[in-house]
């Protein structure tokens, strides 16, 4: 039987920033499962209209393997706070969480970077209201914490590597593979991954 992954959806959506994992997960393991605060359809920063599958008051952590959350413009002006409560419940539920760009920024804002290791698109864009973890920002593409993955909005294809790794979707070095050749175009990945 699948596992749900549930993908955060909302207007001003980054579209880019979700692709590689979710396009690499939906498949014999995992489906893709859109939430959204109301039934109606978003649209992303690139025009895409969306139709959420459910809304965040059907969301639990129980009915899921993990919540994404993508970057968009509503977090900058101090929305989807109700989507960084609802990270919280997940990662007090054990169930992980990933955050990339201006999700992680907004998750910086509920307290939830203050003790772990995390990154953004650099270390002054978390600092607001709420964030007392600068002390745990760490310098790189991605990283993954205690079941939180953050990432900047330059990299999805790290956050895609950290998605994949903490859902256990390829052996590591099918995953190491995966992300030679969609980050560097190595094409010596391409048998790595075809291999049974």
């Given at each position: ?7 955060a ?24 499962v859109?939430?959204a605060e ?19 008051d059907?969301?639990s ?20 706070v ?16 990933a ?37 745990h ?7 993954t ?13 790290a ?17 190491d ?9 190595d ?10």
């Amino acid at each position: 039987m699948k596992r749900i992954v549930h993908l955060a959806v909302y207007d001003t959506l980054a579209d880019w920033e979700t692709g590689y994992a979710t396009a690499h997960l939906r498949g014999e393991q995992y489906d893709i499962v859109t939430v959204a605060e109301s039934a109606e359809p978003i649209v992303t920063m690139g025009g895409s209209r969306i139709l959420p599958d459910i809304t965040i008051d059907q969301l639990s952590p129980a009915d899921s393997a993990m919540l994404i959350l993508p970057g968009a413009e509503l977090w900058d002006e101090g929305g989807n706070v109700v989507f960084a409560r609802k990270a919280r419940e997940f990662l007090d539920a054990g169930v992980p969480v990933a955050a990339i760009c201006g999700a992680v920024a907004g998750l910086a804002g509920e307290g939830l970077l203050d003790d772990r290791d995390h990154t953004s698109a650099f270390p002054g864009y978390v600092q607001r209201d709420g964030y007392n973890g600068a002390e745990h920002y760490v310098d790189a593409d991605a990283v993954t914490d205690r079941g939180l993955v953050t990432a900047g909005p330059t990299e999805p294809v790290a956050f895609g590597r950290e998605v994949l790794a903490a859902l256990d979707v390829y052996k590591p070095e099918k995953l190491d593979a995966w992300f030679r050749l969609f980050k560097h175009s190595d094409a010596t990945a391409v048998e790595v991954l075809m291999a049974p």
